[in-house]
């Protein structure tokens, strides 16, 4: 074989080796991630706010309210953010690996985490390289006078134009998030927010 077609057939299994990762099927749902990530319909959660630039304490209730959004022949569910008489909205989709969170149906998932979560555990946005996410450790923590000894703290950290943020949280699997710190720098527009889980519950 001559050395041009040696050289052009490597380039040939090159390219499948670079392009092969790239098109795996994506994994569905399973139960793994439906119980790990408590994404199910009629789910709630309420906690204590806490802004510390604007010295602002309100309540902020999350609730899971609608099942089966589909977009693209995938399913969604729909998270509703409610403080005072504001309203925020999250589309969630899990599959077995991953929780996916998408500020519209349109676009790439504002928040992507891995599931498990193991300490030491770390990833990138698929699509920000910027915005990169680590598990710091697996923590005892009390929100409320409750302690939580499987607390996974989860550190993300986003850098780009005019948009920076830093964000932990503590997770505890089958439950949620317990805790969050938040500091955020969007165009001008500063926000720091502590969240402390108040009480939940869970729909049929």
């Given amino acids: 074989m001559s050395k041009s077609r040696i050289l052009g057939a490597f380039r ?15 994994k569905v749902s399973s139960k793994l991630s439906d119980e790990y ?45 409610s403080k ?16 996916l969170c998408y500020r519209y149906l349109e676009g790439s998932p504002q928040e992507v985490m891995l599931i498990p979560l193991s300490a030491g555990k770390a990833w990138v946005h698929p699509i920000w390289v910027r915005d990169s996410t680590w598990v710091l450790s697996k923590d005892t923590i009390t929100v409320e006078s409750v302690k939580y000894s499987n607390a996974y703290r989860i550190h993300r ?15 505890v699997p089958n439950l949620g998030i317990v805790k969050l710190e938040n500091w955020h720098y969007l165009f001008g ?6 969240w402390y889980l108040k009480e939940y519950g869970w729909g049929k």
């Fill in 84 to 99: 005072s008489n504001l309203y925020d909205t999250l589309y969630v989709r899990s599959t077995a690996d991953s929780i």
């Fill in 12 to 26: 040939f299994f090159l390219i499948i080796f670079i392009l092969l990762p790239g098109c795996k099927k994506e």
């Fill in 189 to 194: 527009w500063i926000s720091k927010e502590n």
């Fill in 157 to 171: 950290r986003l850098f780009a134009f005019n948009d920076y943020l830093t964000d932990d949280r503590w997770f």
């Fill in 37 to 81: 990530f408590p994404n199910r319909v009629g789910n709630w959660w309420v906690y204590d706010r806490f802004d510390s630039l604007a010295m602002e304490k309100t309540s902020l209730r999350i609730e899971i309210t609608r099942d089966s959004v589909w977009k693209d022949g995938q399913p969604y569910k729909m998270w509703v953010f």
